[in-house]
Nanobody, 116 residues
């Protein structure tokens, strides 16, 4: 069983920054990949950014390129998402996800609200 716990969300003004954290209950090297997704009210969940197990490869959705940065610290079994230049459209619940074998695990989600 894998547990993922997000933290760092909150309310921020447009143009501001936040850093989200995702703490895993086991070594992140046991995951094929990890990623952040988000879901805004009335919309489908969408991929924001992903990172490979070793951290050598990262991928971003076009709408966050140049503004968000995904990273991970294997010594803390934690993945991060640095959110800069936030826009009201970034308001959503952000979910941490991890792929291990055939299983995809999710955190409980954390709210990010960007005011205009």
């Amino acid at each position: 069983q894998v547990q993922l716990v997000e933290s760092g969300g909150g309310l921020v003004q447009a143009g501001g920054s936040l850093r989200l954290s995702c703490a895993a209950s086991r070594s992140i090297f046991s995951f094929i990949a990890m990623a952040w997704h988000r879901q805004a009210p009335g919309k489908q969940r969408e991929l924001v950014a992903g990172i490979s197990s070793g951290g050598s490869r990262t991928d971003y959705a076009d709408f966050v390129k140049g503004r968000f940065t995904i990273s991970r610290d294997s010594t803390k079994n934690t993945m991060y998402l640095q959110l800069n230049a936030l826009k009201p459209d970034d308001t959503a619940v952000y979910y941490c996800g991890a792929l291990r074998g055939p299983y995809h695990y999710w955190g409980q989600g954390i709210q990010v609200t960007v005011s205009s």
